[in-house]
């Protein structure tokens, strides 16, 4: 694996989060549409938020691969 500044690891995480932040926002939004019976929509928004939370887990695997290349038994 390639060398990976702190720097770079912070934004990771930074990404991770602004990924999470996105999802906790439609899920908002899904309950909202839900409440108002606009069921298509509520389904759209939770999809929504299944798709930023894989985004969410692709990144934090890429950090844990850094960190087990990085880590010596």
């Known amino acids: 694996m390639e060398e990976i500044s702190i720097e770079e690891v912070a ?3 930074e990404a991770i989060a602004d990924e ?3 999802a ?3 899920c908002e939004a899904a ?3 839900f409440r108002q019976q606009e069921v298509p929509r509520g389904s ?3 999809f929504a938020v299944h798709g930023h939370l894989q ?8 950090v844990a691969e ?4 990085n880590s010596h038994i």
């Open 24 to 26: 906790a926002r439609h």
């Open 55 to 62: 985004c969410a887990q692709k990144i934090l695997n890429k």
């Open 44 to 46: 759209s928004h939770g």
């Open 31 to 33: 309950a909202q549409r």
């Open 20 to 22: 999470l932040e996105i």
């Open 66 to 69: 850094i960190h087990a290349s």
């Open 11 to 13: 934004m990771l995480y």
